[in-house]
T-cell receptor
Framework: KAGVTQTPRYLIKTRGQQVTLSCSPI?????VSWYQQTPGQGLQFLFE???????NKGNFPGRFSGRQFSNSRSEMNVSTLELGDSALYLC??????????????FGQGTRLTVV | GIQVEQSPPDLILQEGANSTLRCNFS?????LQWFHQNPWGQLINLFY???GTKQNGRLSATTVATERYSLLYISSSQTTDSGVYFC????????????FGTGTRLTVIP
């Protein structure tokens, strides 16, 4: 079956703009999480959605937001882009996020460059 | 959040050698996964191993949850094993929130 699909793969944006990234989880998976990877901070958790509700949020400013649709696809949005937002954004899906079903599978990522 | 430490940070091996990567974590965990990040950035699942031992070909992993550490063994290393290996853990929050270590960068030379 198809894996986690993230689009687009690459993006170049200008400071001040906003951007929307998309993630389609593995079929049947209902939990979607987002992570930011930078050379300085490593891999950091942004937020997690399950059944269209944000269940958990990392320590990022309000410029970072997300949502999940009824088909479990998720989008994340970054407004008023800053140079420091340049990063690899990774999406992970898992079956339902309960204690017994938390193995996460990652997409290929979206590499965002802010100039 | 849970602190995750990986060692060593860098490892250079001759092809055919064996290696052990270590992951220490600061609290009890519900989930522990090992990943290999490929050159294009994707995290490839190696093991889902909150406790016990698993083997997959030349790779094996052991997690001792009571002592809060996990080990990843790579035997007969190949150049294609090069890359960054991450350990990630999840607490008992009920939500899918992984805390990652800083990784071990493995370079296998022919």
């Amino acid at each position: 079956k198809a894996g986690v699909t993230q689009t687009p793969r690459y993006l170049i944006k200008t400071r001040g703009q906003q951007v929307t990234l998309s993630c389609s989880p593995i079929s049947g998976h209902r939990s979607v999480s987002w992570y930011q990877q930078t050379p300085g901070q490593g891999l950091q958790f942004l937020f997690e959605y399950f059944s269209e509700t944000q269940r958990n949020k990392g320590n990022f400013p309000g410029r970072f937001s997300g949502r999940q649709f009824s088909n479990s696809r998720s989008e994340m949005n970054v407004s008023t882009l800053e140079l420091g937002d340049s990063a690899l954004y990774l999406c992970a899906s898992s079956l339902d996020g309960t204690a017994m079903n938390t193995e996460a599978f990652f997409g290929q990522g979206t590499r965002l460059t802010v100039v | 959040g849970i602190q995750v430490e990986q060692s060593p940070p860098d490892l250079i091996l001759q092809e055919g050698a064996n290696s052990t990567l270590r992951c220490n974590f600061s609290d009890s965990v519900n989930n522990l996964q090992w990943f290999h990040q490929n050159p294009w950035g994707q995290l490839i699942n190696l093991f889902y191993i909150p406790s016990g031992t698993k083997q997959n070909g030349r790779l094996s992993a052991t997690t001792v949850a009571t002592e809060r550490y996990s080990l990843l063994y790579i035997s007969s290393s190949q150049t294609t094993d090069s890359g960054v290996y991450f350990c990630a853990v999840e607490g008992w929050t009920g939500a899918n929130n992984l805390f990652f270590g800083t990784g071990t960068r493995l370079t296998v030379i022919p």
